[in-house]
């Protein structure tokens, strides 16, 4: 695997939620001066594996969901090997996003961010690509750097952190890099979700698809898989431990939440589904040997009895593979005998940022009026 620079970041202790989200490059909200009972926002993530849509409606200070969209792309497939996008790969991801436009269309969006990540960012024709995008569909993608995508992770799943944890590692298994998050936790009131600082973070460049590529994900012998997670597990090494709270793990005072298909996966496998429910695996709780049990079970099956695993499926089955890799070797740096299991992650931290746009808006909205009604009445 190449050795890539990346950055290890200390944050400040600044908890996400209060943070200031990356300036929007998509195009301007629309009808942001509607009725707030009428705003829709929508999330697009575009990643090296898949291609999401989230588009919801504000209830309080939460979110109803009002339409969603989920398509296996694999823009990054042979990236590794090439430095670009194929064009079978950006071809099926402009027809996925093109489902992706009719649906923001149809709902009446009225606040929206795209966002592409490590495909787009590694790709010599990301940009280019990203062009074509506009031109076939009108939608606006931003390539976002990986401390956003991070961030974006922290904001959208912090609320499953345990808040009578000391610290959480949160990690998101891409298909082309994976995003780890270091975090303090602290309670707040009663029945509030608990107060989350980010100590630091750091961006791997690995993922499932490029391991995939490089390992041969169809069939991985026990010797291969060790080889991997050895590999993965030295770039996991010379992180160190950037937000010193590896003796909170150690004391079992810690444990790991992940967002991605990966761990939704195993989740699955794990509850014995006999089909994907979000409802019964976002907020689940694993143990750590349960992981290893299932990681293993994955390992020795077939490339075929692998897609026939309902969580799993054909599109993932020379993939998930990797993503035990990963995680275990995740687990071996940093023990926790706990997992908590997240079906969300990206979309939801843009969501949230659009509501927080959408309040600023109508504050604002309200004021002017306010001025405006002052004047007329002096006048």
């Given at each position: 695997?190449?050795?890539?620079?990346?950055?290890?970041?200390?944050?400040?202790?600044?908890?996400?939620?209060?943070?200031?989200?990356?300036?929007?490059?998509?195009?301007?909200?629309?009808?942001?001066?509607?009725?707030?009972?009428?705003?829709?926002?929508?999330?697009?993530?575009?990643?090296?594996?898949?291609?999401?849509?989230?588009?919801?409606?504000?209830?309080?200070?939460?979110?109803?969901?009002?339409?969603a969209f989920s398509r296996i792309v694999r823009l990054g497939e042979g990236l590794g090997q090439t430095g670009r996008l194929s064009d079978g790969a950006m071809d099926r991801a402009v027809n996925a996003l093109k489902v992706c436009a009719q649906k923001i269309e149809k709902r009446g969006v009225t606040h929206i961010r795209c966002i592409a990540t490590q495909a787009c960012r590694g790709a010599d024709n990301g940009e280019i690509f990203l062009e074509r995008v506009t031109e076939e569909t009108g939608l606006e993608f931003e390539i976002i750097p990986t401390e956003e995508e991070a961030r974006l992770a922290v904001?959208?799943?912090?609320?499953?952190?345990?808040?009578?944890?000391?610290?959480?590692?949160?990690?998101?298994?891409?298909?082309?890099?994976?995003?780890?998050?270091?975090?303090?936790?602290?309670?707040?009131?009663?029945?509030?979700?608990?107060?989350?600082?980010?100590?630091?973070?750091?961006?791997?460049?690995?993922?499932?698809?490029?391991?995939?590529?490089?390992?041969?994900?169809?069939?991985?012998?026990?010797?291969?898989?060790?080889?991997?997670?050895?590999?993965?597990?030295?770039?996991?090494?010379?992180?160190?431990?950037?937000?010193?709270?590896?003796?909170?793990?150690?004391?079992?005072?810690?444990?790991?939440?992940?967002?991605?298909?990966?761990?939704?996966?195993?989740?699955?496998?794990?509850?014995?589904?006999?089909?994907?429910?979000?409802?019964?695996?976002?907020?689940?709780?694993?143990?750590?040997?349960?992981?290893?049990?299932?990681?293993?079970?994955?390992?020795?099956?077939?490339?075929?009895?692998?897609?026939?695993?309902?969580?799993?499926?054909?599109?993932?089955?020379?993939?998930?593979?990797?993503?035990?890799?990963?995680?275990?070797?995740?687990?071996?740096?940093?023990?926790?005998?706990?997992?908590?299991?997240?079906?969300?992650?990206?979309?939801?931290?843009?969501?949230?940022?659009?509501?927080?746009?959408?309040?600023?808006?109508?504050?604002?909205?309200?004021?002017?009026?306010?001025?405006?009604?002052?004047?007329?009445?002096?006048?």
């Amino acid at each position: 695997m190449t050795r890539k620079k990346r950055n290890i970041r200390a944050s400040g202790g600044s908890d996400p939620a209060d943070r200031p989200p990356q300036q929007n490059q998509n195009r301007p909200s629309r009808n942001s001066g509607r009725d707030r009972r009428q705003l829709r926002f929508a999330a697009i993530d575009l990643g090296t594996n898949n291609c999401r849509l989230l588009i919801a409606a504000p209830r309080g200070r939460n979110f109803r969901i009002v339409d969603a969209f989920s398509r296996i792309v694999r823009l990054g497939e042979g990236l590794g090997q090439t430095g670009r996008l194929s064009d079978g790969a950006m071809d099926r991801a402009v027809n996925a996003l093109k489902v992706c436009a009719q649906k923001i269309e149809k709902r009446g969006v009225t606040h929206i961010r795209c966002i592409a990540t490590q495909a787009c960012r590694g790709a010599d024709n990301g940009e280019i690509f990203l062009e074509r995008v506009t031109e076939e569909t009108g939608l606006e993608f931003e390539i976002i750097p990986t401390e956003e995508e991070a961030r974006l992770a922290v904001v959208g799943c912090a609320e499953l952190l345990d808040p009578n944890a000391e610290a959480g590692l949160i990690f998101d298994i891409g298909g082309g890099s994976t995003e780890m998050s270091w975090v303090k936790i602290s309670k707040r009131g009663e029945g509030q979700s608990p107060k989350v600082d980010v100590l630091a973070w750091t961006s791997l460049p690995f993922g499932v698809v490029s391991l995939a590529d490089k390992w041969d994900g169809r069939e991985i012998t026990r010797e291969k898989y060790d080889q991997m997670i050895e590999e993965i597990r030295a770039q996991i090494i010379s992180v160190g431990d950037p937000g010193s709270v590896k003796a909170l793990f150690e004391k079992d005072n810690a444990h790991l939440l992940g967002t991605s298909g990966t761990v939704t996966s195993i989740a699955g496998v794990h509850l014995g589904l006999k089909r994907y429910r979000r409802d019964e695996i976002d907020g689940v709780w694993l143990s750590a040997k349960d992981a290893r049990g299932v990681t293993e079970r994955l390992r020795l099956m077939s490339l075929d009895e692998r897609a026939g695993e309902p969580c799993i499926g054909p599109d993932r089955a020379d993939l998930v593979v990797c993503g035990c890799a990963i995680l275990d070797a995740l687990q071996r740096e940093w023990p926790a005998s706990r997992i908590r299991v997240a079906d969300r992650g990206l979309r939801e931290g843009i969501l949230a940022d659009l509501a927080q746009q959408a309040r600023r808006e109508h504050q604002r909205s309200r004021k002017s009026r306010s001025r405006r009604r002052r004047k007329k009445a002096k006048s």
